[in-house]
Each structure stands twice: as C-alpha cells, then as structure tokens.
C-alpha cells in the first residue's frame, strides 16, 4: 500500500525529482542552480568589491571588511530563519537560498578578506589583528542571532513558536 505522503529524500541536497534511473540528483549537477549561485555570487561580490574601494581603513583597520561581514551574517541569519519554516527546501524556497544565500550573500561576504587583513595586521600590531578576528567573528555571531530573532518577530504565531521549541 503506498503511503499518504510521498516519501522525502534523506539528504536535503538531492532534488526530490527522479531521473530517468530512479536514482536522485544531486543539487550541485543542475545547471540552472549552478546559474542561480554564479548570478548572485557576481552581484554579492561586485557590490562587496565596490564597498571595499569606498570605504578607507580606520586607523589602519579594514572597517569595510568587518562591515560586510557583520552584514552579510545577519541578512544571511534573517534569510535562513524566514525560509526555514515556510516549506520544504524545494521550489521557490531552494532558489531563494541558493541564489541570495549562497550566491549574493555568500559572495559578499568574505573569510579570505578577514584572513588576510588580519595576517597584515598581526605584521605590526599583533594585539589589533587578535581584536579585530576576534570581534568580527563575535559581531557575526551576534549579528546573525539578531537576524534570527528578527525573521521570527514576522513569523506566523504558530511558524514562530515551532521555530522556537525546534
């Protein structure tokens, strides 16, 4: 007897389609998501290029890195939250997060730059370079808690107590 339901795939990155073989296909061999993440990748790391030209260091602290970073942590939180309870990760719902999440905001911000300026800063002020990762990171943490409660203020009553006891 076939169940009420259809039966869900164990990895949330294998499509729920079926090819040809019955065998899943992986997210990652979609061409159209491959666009999706390329598209927003190039638009969240040319407004993060852009941000980085027009905004000096502050006291020889890259201030835009830490920025874009602290940002990027808490749309990214605030994205994940809204979407997180709104359907399964299929449809719509998977376009969004790949092309804004892993896409835009995943090409906006930028380990690579935090790295790097830290190592810079570590060469001639190693007390600045440990304050500076160290802040970042708990900025984005902070940040992206505060994107969390945000998405859940707007959440549906019965939404948001789900997300809180799950």
């Known amino acids: 007897m076939e169940p009420d339901h ?3 795939p164990a990895d949330p990155d294998l499509e729920a389609a079926q090819d040809s073989a019955a065998k899943p296909r992986p997210v990652h061999l979609s061409w159209a998501n491959i666009a999706i993440v390329a598209i927003g990748g190039t638009a969240g790391t040319g ?47 998977r376009r969004i997060r790949l092309g804004v999440g892993t896409g835009v905001l995943g090409g906006f911000t ?7 300026d830290t190592a810079v800063l570590a ?15 708990l900025l984005g943490a902070a940040a992206t808690i505060a994107g969390i409660w945000l998405a859940r203020l707007h959440l549906p009553p019965a939404a948001a107590e789900k997300a809180r006891s799950g």
């Open 47 to 93: 407004l993060r290029y852009v941000i980085g030209l027009t905004v000096p260091p502050w006291d020889g602290v890259p201030v835009a890195t830490v920025g874009i970073n602290v940002v990027g942590a808490f749309l990214l939180g605030l994205l994940l939250e809204l979407l997180a309870d709104r359907s399964l990760d299929t449809g719509w719902s």
């Open 123 to 137: 060469a001639g002020h190693p007390g600045r370079a440990a304050g500076y990762a160290l802040g970042t990171v």
């Open 6 to 8: 259809p039966r869900l």
């Open 110 to 116: 930028t380990y690579s730059a935090l790295a790097t």
